[in-house]
């Protein structure tokens, strides 16, 4: 099925991106799950500080959860990290420390599937083992014109067959990286540089013109929209942040007060009951200074903050829950916190711009 040209385009053509540095297993791991659902620009500069903080798989195990999540901030998808520090537990208690080769021992270790285990197979290891992400399947889909979901069983098992033929004429690693490079710089979702591409003779798609229309697109989620109001409590140079509780879609993180909206509800009427669910005292919103949309999986939020006051004066013997505390931009750094916070804290912390002067010339003035 053309590995040997598919590898020899590799060669000559693929990015020159950190994790290809390297043969370290513990390395290429952080790669593969960072890159899972987010774009490779965005995962470069976070893979390079998470590895300065964490440079082995022993550092990871030995920090707790909080500064994992604090290295991961801004990332998303947090889960990612919590399972990363659990599996690296487990690594070092079950595996003497290191990655296991064995693809079955890997799938049993947190937040490493099908996919993750026979990417680490194949590039950390050299093992024959399919690893088809997006990219991948979009090429092999086309190569073969497969109809149909190229996430069913037996659609998946063709296409993880013709990998493994693949495979036998070439090593398993270029194999994998040169697919995933493929669908990523020539064989686009959409209009394909198919004179480019080194599989094109092979291409059956490109043969009967079926490029843009394989492979067949999912139904897709149906997108949620709501409304969010977050509150800005100032008091000097730091602002109230409260922390999301365990079990929470990302518990552990520090973010400013705030909730998605109920139906019918208002944003004052929101933040009034955030404040009296989380801190026993309502919030009371004045004026709006930003609004931005944020979005979550299948999520679109619209989130609007407000500057903000405790409305209701505090009992005596009332005390900060142990869930909130009064930070600096820089202390909020140095926690777990989410992309939308550190947004935020930008657009509050950025100088005001300069106004600028219009001069007003009279039409006979003279020189």
């Known amino acids: ?41 965005t995962v470069i500069p976070y893979y390079r500080k998470f590895l300065a903080r964490f440079p082995s798989l022993a550092s990871l195990a030995a920090a707790p959860e909080e500064a994992v999540l604090a290295a991961w901030s801004g990332l998303g998808y947090y889960r990612r990290a919590r399972n990363l520090h659990a599996a690296a537990l487990r690594i070092g208690a079950e595996h003497g420390g290191k990655l296991p080769r064995d693809v079955e021992l890997l799938r049993r270790l947190p937040g490493i599937g099908r996919y993750t285990a026979g990417a680490l197979a194949s ?15 979009r090429v092999l889909a086309r190569l073969l014109v497969t109809r149909g979901d190229v996430g069913s069983a037996p659609i998946r098992k063709k296409l993880e067959a013709t990998v493994l033929a693949m495979m036998r004429e070439c090593r398993p690693s270029e194999i994998t990286q040169g697919l995933m490079e493929l669908g990523a710089l020539i064989c686009a979702p959409l209009n394909p540089a198919c004179d480019l591409c080194p599989l094109a003779r092979r291409c059956g798609a490109r043969r009967d013109r079926l490029q843009n229309h394989l492979p067949e697109a999912k139904p897709g989620r149906p997108i949620e929209r709501k409304q969010a109001a977050v509150a800005i409590l100032r008091r000097g140079g730091t602002y109230l942040m409260l922390r ?28 009034k009951r955030v404040g009296r669910e989380r801190l026993s005292l309502a919030i009371a919103a004045c004026r709006r200074v930003a609004r931005f949309s944020q979005s979550i999986t299948y999520r679109r939020i619209q989130v609007s903050a407000y500057e903000a006051t405790l409305a209701e004066p505090s009992r005596p013997d009332w005390k900060l829950p142990p869930d909130a505390r009064w930070l600096s931009p820089r202390q909020v750094a ?13 657009l509050l912390e950025e100088p005001p711009k300069p106004k600028r002067l219009r001069l007003r010339v009279s039409a006979d003035a003279s020189p």
């Open 1 to 41: 099925m053309g590995a040997k040209r598919l590898v020899t385009w590799y060669r000559r053509q693929h990015r020159d991106l950190p994790w290809r540095r390297t043969r370290d297993p513990y390395h290429i791991w952080i790669s593969e799950v960072m890159l899972q659902q987010t774009q490779v620009s």
């Open 123 to 137: 590039i950390a290891f050299d093992l024959p083992q399919a690893a088809l992400d997006g990219n991948a399947e």
């Open 244 to 271: 999301r509780a365990p079990g929470d879609l990302m518990a552990g993180l520090w973010e400013f007060p705030g909730d998605v909206l109920r139906p019918r509800e208002t944003a004052g009427e929101g933040l």
């Open 334 to 346: 140095r926690f777990p916190h989410g992309s939308a916070t550190a947004r935020l804290l930008r």
